[in-house]
């Protein structure tokens, strides 16, 4: 499974895990507010839940679809309390946990950003009074928040980038060891069958920009001749083409005194 799938199905967990919240409170009682935003979340992370591996490649190619999810998530807060009051605040929160697994520490603090502003306009569009009496007597608690944001979005975000930088180094370094391993193969290949003296100033030319037909006229041989030499070249170093031939030439200073 890819990196980005992983970390979209670590987002859906959050979210059913979330989901579940709610629907506990419910049994216990509790006013989650209108039972339709209740389900149209539901049916909203189910479809989310389908379509994983669609949606994760869409966000890897167009990250700002996060931006949509948040707003949507926030649009069930403001209809049932208003920011913490909201049975949905954790939905929502989980958000700025899963942001950095798919942005930078910048974006994800651009996001966390966004996250504030709709907060407040959570607090304000539930009843304007919430956010003033917050502000009058519990506002330590109401700054409280913010940095919690904030401090949220850095804990997770710096991390996230050290290991994508960790994978981008691991995969580079997989690359480079592949290609040192069919160096070494090849230069193996030409110690164990070294060239004949003819092929050997074939290919000594030939590293020198040589076309065949230069080559037949310094070696006073046929073109013709000139292919046939060649074609030994490549299958004694187990190569396919000029340029392969001449960097192994090259790589293997051997070959010129064999």
């Not at 049916?43 to 949606?55: D, H, K, M, N, P």
């Not at 030409?190 to 050997?200: A, C, F, M, Q, Y």
């Not at 030994?232 to 010129?256: C, D, P, Q, W």
């Amino acid at each position: 499974m890819k990196l980005i799938q992983r970390n979209f199905l670590y987002f859906l967990i959050l979210r059913w895990v979330m989901l579940a919240h709610v629907a506990i409170l419910y049994l216990l009682g509790m006013d989650i507010g209108p039972k339709q935003v209740f389900l149209m979340l539901i049916c909203y992370t189910a479809v989310l839940t389908i379509l994983q591996g669609q949606v994760s490649n869409a966000i890897k190619k167009y990250p700002i679809l996060l931006y949509l999810d948040l707003t949507a998530a926030f649009a069930a807060i403001c209809l049932t309390g208003g920011s913490w009051k909201s049975p949905y605040y954790l939905y929502v929160f989980s958000s700025l946990m899963v942001l950095p697994l798919f942005m930078g520490l910048k974006s994800t603090l651009l996001a966390t950003s966004v996250f504030s502003v709709l907060y407040t306009f959570g607090l304000v569009f539930y009843n304007q009074t919430v956010l003033q009496q917050a502000i009058r007597f519990d506002a330590d608690s109401f700054i409280a928040n913010y940095v919690a944001f904030f401090s949220i979005a850095i804990f997770f975000g710096y991390p996230a980038c050290i290991i994508r930088e960790i994978e981008k180094t691991v995969k580079e370094t997989t690359n480079i060891k592949a290609k040192l391993d069919r160096t070494g193969a090849l230069i193996g290949a030409i110690n164990s069958t070294p060239l004949s003296d003819r092929e050997l100033e074939v290919i000594r030319l030939l590293s020198e920009g040589r076309t065949n037909m230069q080559i037949a006229e310094e070696l006073y041989i046929s073109e013709k001749t000139v292919r046939n030499h060649l074609s030994s070249i490549y299958k004694k170093l187990g190569v396919s083409s000029r340029a392969e031939a001449i960097f192994y030439y090259h790589a293997n200073t051997s070959l010129m005194d064999t």
